[in-house]
């Protein structure tokens, strides 16, 4: 798991929101596209999809519902062509995640994301403490929730949840990223 790309994704998405860009691509990794599916579901982005070095076509913007499903997988056979070319050795290097921002009252829903972890630091937490995180209380080296429509980012064994949600699984992990919304 490769935290200086999660770092350069998280500022792309800051930067690209603030200059009101409505499409904009990271690299394609697994923990990458799982991130993003979690932002997708907190209503953060509109749309993301796996794509090759040029934009897909805005009709090929749909959600997709896995991060190991391809394309075909992900909808039902009702969509006439499937956009997404499979992986192969020759062109898996120039694999992107397309991601649709979005935006309300001409302002950024995603106004703020950065990294809780660092490469040279690691911060994992119980349960308890993220409980204690989603109060706003402090946490050793990491502030507590306190702004409005404010989320955070567990790796855990079971995938990448929000802080929410592994507090009703009761599980820990390693706190990834924090995303401050309107």
Same mark, same amino acid.
């Given at each position: 798991m490769s935290l200086v790309l999660l770092s350069h994704a998280c500022s792309h998405l800051q930067n690209a929101s603030? $200059? =009101?860009l %409505? @499409? #904009? *691509?990271?690299p394609s990794t697994n923990q990458l596209h799982t991130l993003m599916l979690c932002l997708q579901r907190q209503g953060f982005i509109s749309a993301v999809a796996i794509g090759g070095p040029d934009p897909p076509p805005p009709d090929s913007l749909y959600p997709t519902l896995h991060p190991f499903s391809s394309s075909s997988e992900s909808f039902s056979s009702s969509k006439n062509s499937n956009t997404t070319p499979a992986i192969t050795q020759s062109n898996v $290097? *120039? =694999? =992107? @995640? /397309?991601? %649709?921002l979005k935006y /309300? !009252? !001409?302002?950024?829903?995603l106004k703020k994301m950065g990294m809780v972890s660092k490469p040279t630091r690691r911060i994992w937490m %119980?349960?308890?403490?993220l409980d $204690? @995180? +989603?109060k706003g209380q =402090? +946490? %050793?080296y990491v502030k507590g929730l306190r702004a409005l429509g404010e989320s955070m980012?567990? #790796?855990t064994d079971r995938g990448i949840m929000e802080l929410r949600e592994c507090i009703e699984k009761k599980t820990g992990g390693m706190i990834l990223c924090r995303v401050n919304g309107l």
């Open positions: 603030m $200059a =009101r %409505g @499409l #904009t *691509s990271i $290097a *120039s =694999r =992107r @995640l /397309w991601v %649709g /309300w !009252n !001409n302002e950024p829903v %119980g349960y308890k403490d $204690a @995180l +989603s =402090r +946490s %050793g980012f567990v #790796t």
